[in-house]
């Protein structure tokens, strides 16, 4: 059995002195993991960073068998943020996160489209923090787990969207939710309608994503969000150059 497709690489862990094990975000084919022999050399790490687009082709006697992986680079992403410690947690996390949301094997266009838009506003685009969270909106509505943020849905209205029901992941304006305000996931402006974001409002939509990645995708599989996550989250509380946290958007 063998394939070649376009691919990101999403993980890499090590596998005996010299190969490593490493996961892809594939086109066609998914998240799907391979044996890359002598991976471990500098000039193949290099290669095999999170992120990295590659021309992959992978080699099975079996298709349910580990196989072996062929990478050869497109573009080094990875490298081209090494000097944006933010960009490249963003990064980070949203690699993490394939890895750990998406089945094995099962092909994903829609999120493969998904993450190389990121990349690109990572790459060259100052929205780059919002896109991020848009990024997981569109990952957890792939995976059956949309957001509906169009409309209130307790009084119909469109405008003054301020919450996120918890239970139903459909938008509240603040008229209807401010009574139950602290049941509520805040619901940042840039999410609904076109906005400016500023940082505050990004770390509420990460919030805000965080709670149904874990409670939808992760807690079910008995696995916690990704340490990358984490960081990348804790990182965007801190206004750049600063150790200060952002203050919480209140309602």
Known sequence: MQWSDAAFVVAARRHGESALVVELLTQKHGRHAGLVRGG???????VLQPGNAVAATWRGRLTEHLGALSCELVQAHAAGLLDDPDRLA???????????????????????????????????GTDWPERTVVWEIRLLAALGFGLDLSQCTVTGATADLAYVSPRTGRAVCRAAGRPYHDKLLQLPEF????????????????????????????????????????RFSERMRRPAGTDKVVADITA
């Open 40 to 46: 471990q050399s500098p000039k193949a790490r290099a």
């Open 90 to 124: 963003a990064l980070a996390a949203a690699a993490a996160l394939v890895a750990a949301t998406l089945p094995e094997r099962e092909p994903h266009g829609d999120i493969f489209a998904a993450f190389a838009e990121l990349l690109a506003a990572l790459d060259s």
């Open 191 to 230: 999410l609904w309608r076109s906005a400016t974001a500023k940082r505050a409002d990004v770390v509420a939509g990460l919030r805000l994503t965080e709670y149904f990645l874990t409670q939808h995708l992760l807690l079910p599989q008995g696995r916690p969000l990704p340490e990358a996550r984490l």
